[in-house]
């Protein structure tokens, strides 16, 4: 069954619009709660929006209907969630956030009772079950239990020796987010100097110029204050973006090689295997592959990564949108556990950053996003196909074109990786300019 509200992080959208809206959020979870089995605790909790505590409260309402037992551990990052959730023995998490998108937006997304993910499958079937209408909601709501932010500070906080970053300054952008209070105690408590950014939030300022997606401030206050590194999250702390001493930003794809280089030469990367998505540079491949490892992709999605995870074994996994995933760690991905690990690395060899990072030599690589009015099958889109072969075609084996809606918002995203420059830019121009044939761009 083709799943119609659920993308691939959840069900997301406009606060008030036709889908995030509180009427729904309560038949939402009345289904969700029906799926799990109408019994037990579902533990929630969210980010910082405005709009957040009334989703909550809705949520809670449909699940009741269910027969379940919600409990509100506030606001807190997606992976103190999962971890709890796990951690406790509950039937259920849900997280109401819209994670890297405006304040505007806002969202809800589960997890089993084993800290992950649902599947496209499960989220099938909670579709299945939505009731015609909502429940009449009553009451104040599930009962708050705020406990679990000072469990996850706790065990984040034993990842690295105690006092392991005496000395350390460290530039930290929340986003005005789930980790405003989490990241800065943490590191702080590990001894580290930190200076914040984005760590005011008023319920509409998340992602507001600051966190993963706008890493411009993070880098001109590393470079202003000789900070040994920055790290941003997205608004719901489940990813990683750093910049090194220099203020030069690493994606995801640096950060896993790094990661990964340093564990197979250890021979701790279990399976000798690293999972990306199908979106992470071909550079990763090379790099993993020289020291006798192994890069296995999967769809974009990270909850996809941690499929294919349990499937082969690994434990190291992750995005280039800095979703990094330790799943001996946690269930999910977390950005503060992906940021002590690599200080963890820093500290291990006494490099810095900078240096690190040229583990990973990138093929030449060319990215655009396209605002669309609509999303239409890629199949029925005559200009655009046309154009992807034609790229392929004359890429050949040197390199590949990468063309998907997303899953969360109305974007056609377009990606092509060659031998140069010049190439690639050529074929991204091919593919948008067919593209805004087929569709109507905004």
């Known amino acids: ?95 109401v956030t819209a994670s890297h998108n405006p304040a ?40 708050n239990r705020p406990e679990a932010i000072a469990d996850y500070m706790a065990a984040a906080g034993t990842l690295l020796v105690p006092n392991a970053l005496a000395g350390w300054r460290i530039v930290l952008d ?16 590990l001894g580290a100097e930190v200076i914040g950014i984005g760590d005011a939030p008023n319920g509409h300022n998340i992602n507001a110029d600051v966190g993963s997606e706008h890493p411009e401030k993070l880098s001109g206050k590393v470079r202003a204050t000789g900070a040994r590194l920055g790290l941003a999250h997205d608004g719901d702390g489940d990813r990683c973006i750093l910049c090194d001493e220099k203020g030069v930003v690493l994606d995801g794809d640096e950060v896993l090689t790094l990661l990964a280089l340093h564990a197979l030469k250890a021979g701790r990367l279990a399976t000798n295997t690293l999972v990306v998505t199908l979106q992470s540079n ?74 690190l990072r040229t583990a990973l030599r990138k093929f030449p690589q060319a990215t655009r996003n396209v605002k669309v009015r609509a999303r239409r099958e890629l199949a029925a889109c005559i200009a655009l196909t046309t154009a992807i072969k034609s790229v392929e075609q004359k890429l050949g084996a040197q390199g590949r074109v990468l063309v998907r809606f997303s899953g969360t918002e109305a974007k056609l995203r377009l990606l092509v990786e060659g031998p140069t420059e010049s190439v690639v830019e050529a074929g991204i121009d091919m593919l948008e300019t067919a593209a805004r044939a087929d569709l109507e761009v905004i």
Not at 318 to 342: M, N, R, Y
């Open 1 to 95: 069954m083709k799943r119609v509200y659920f993308g691939t992080d959840g069900v997301r959208g406009p606060y008030g619009g036709p889908v995030i809206n509180e009427d729904f959020a309560a038949r939402l979870g009345e289904a969700a709660g029906k799926w799990a089995g109408g019994k037990g605790r579902v533990l929630i909790g969210r980010d910082t929006r405005a709009s957040g505590q009334s989703l909550v409260n809705a949520v809670a309402a449909g699940l009741v209907a269910a027969g379940l037992e919600p409990v509100s551990l506030g606001v807190l990052p997606t992976p103190a969630v999962a971890r709890a959730v796990r951690m406790e023995g509950a039937v259920l998490g849900v997280v």
């Open 104 to 143: 505007v937006d806002n969202g809800i997304k589960f997890f089993a009772g084993t800290g992950i993910k649902l599947t496209d499958a499960d989220e099938a079937q909670i579709e299945r079950l939505l009731p015609a209408e909502a429940v009449a909601r009553k009451g104040d709501g599930p009962v």
């Open 174 to 189: 929340t986003a005005n987010g789930a980790t405003s209070v989490t990241s800065p105690f943490v590191l702080r408590s």
């Open 282 to 355: 071909l550079g990763v491949d090379t790099a993993v592959g020289a020291v006798g490892g192994r890069v296995v992709r999967t769809a974009v999605g990270d909850r996809y990564v941690i499929e294919r995870m349990l499937v082969t074994g690994a434990r190291l996994g992750g995005e280039s949108s800095g979703h990094i995933i330790f799943s001996d760690i946690s269930p999910t991905g977390d950005g503060l556990v992906a940021a002590l690990k690599v200080i963890e690395v820093m500290l291990a060899t006494g490099r810095p950053l900078s240096e």
